[in-house]
C-alpha cells in the first residue's frame, strides 16, 4: 500500500516537473520574442529615421523653389533681379550671414566645481573637445543655425582652447557656455539626450549640463570676414 502511494507521488511530482520546465521555457522563449530591437538602437533608429525625412522634405522644397525661380527669371528682368535677390539671399543665409530665428534647443555647460577658472587648470572644466562634441551631434541631428554665448558658429569657424581660455572665431568666450541651436528641437533634443549620448557623456565628466526646448532663438549673423586666398570657384 506504502509503495504504491509512494509511486503515485513520484509520478505526480515527475509530471508537474515537466509541466513547470515546460512553462518556463515558453516564457523565457515569448520574452526574447517580445524584446526585439533594444530600446536605446529604437530610439537612435527614430531620429535618423526623422532626419532623414526632413532631408527629403527640404530637397523637394529645393526643387519646387528652383522651379518657381526660373519660372519667375523667364517672365521678364524685373521678375529675374527678384529672384537673383531672392536666391542670394538665401545663400547668404546658408553662410550665415544673416541673423537668423526660429524654433530649436539651449544646451548650458558649466564647470563641476565652483572655483574654476579654465579648462586647463580644472580636471571637470568644459573643454574645447567637449563643445565639439555637442556641435558635432546638433550637426547630425540637422541644425540650421549654432552660436555660442551668441557668437556665430558657420563652417569655418574656429572652436579651440588657447591658453587658460576657449576661443570661438578668435572671440574669448567664458563658461557658462550657452549653445543655441535652431531646428527641430524634438530631433534636436533627443540626439543629445539619447542613452549613451554626449549628454550623458557629459555628465559622467563631472560637468553641469542642462538642456532646454525652445520655441524661439535668436543668432545673429557671423560677424568676421570670410577670405579667401587659394580657393576658387570651379
Same mark, same amino acid.
Do not use: D
Given at each position: 500500500m506504502n509503495k504504491t502511494r509512494f509511486l503515485s507521488i513520484a509520478v505526480v511530482s515527475v509530471v508537474l516537473g515537466l509541466m513547470l520546465a515546460i512553462q518556463f521555457r515558453s516564457t523565457v522563449a515569448s520574452q526574447n520574442k517580445n524584446a526585439g530591437v533594444p530600446f536605446d538602437r529604437a530610439q537612435e533608429l527614430s531620429v535618423e529615421m526623422r532626419q532623414l525625412e526632413k532631408e527629403r522634405d527640404a530637397l523637394q522644397q529645393e526643387a519646387e523653389d528652383l522651379t518657381n525661380k526660373l519660372n519667375q527669371a523667364n517672365k521678364g528682368q524685373a521678375q529675374a533681379l527678384q529672384a537673383i535677390s531672392s536666391e542670394l539671399n538665401k545663400v547668404k543665409m546658408m553662410a550665415g550671414m544673416l541673423p537668423v530665428k526660429g524654433t530649436g534647443v539651449e544646451i548650458v555647460l558649466d564647470n563641476g566645481k565652483a572655483g574654476a577658472q579654465s579648462p586647463a587648470e580644472n580636471l571637470f572644466a568644459v573643454r574645447d573637445d567637449d563643445i565639439l562634441k555637442v556641435l558635432n551631434e546638433l550637426r547630425g541631428? $540637422? +541644425?540650421? =543655425?549654432i552660436s555660442i554665448n551668441g557668437?556665430?558658429? @558657420? +563652417?569655418? !569657424?574656429? @572652436?579651440?582652447? +588657447? $591658453?587658460t581660455f576657449i576661443n570661438v572665431n578668435l572671440t574669448r568666450?567664458?563658461?557658462?557656455y550657452r549653445i543655441e541651436a535652431i531646428g527641430d528641437k524634438d530631433i534636436l533634443s533627443s540626439s543629445l539626450e539619447i542613452s549613451? $549620448?554626449?549628454v550623458e557623456y557629459l555628465r559622467s565628466m563631472g560637468i553641469k549640463v !542642462?538642456?532646454? %526646448? %525652445?520655441?524661439? @532663438?535668436? @543668432?545673429? =549673423?557671423?560677424a568676421g570676414r570670410n577670405r579667401f586666398d587659394y580657393a576658387k570657384p570651379i
Open positions: 541631428a $540637422g +541644425a540650421e =543655425a557668437v556665430r558658429v @558657420i +563652417a569655418t !569657424s574656429e @572652436i579651440r582652447l +588657447a $591658453g568666450v567664458l563658461p557658462p549613451g $549620448g554626449v !542642462s538642456l532646454e %526646448k %525652445k520655441e524661439q @532663438i535668436n @543668432i545673429p =549673423a557671423y
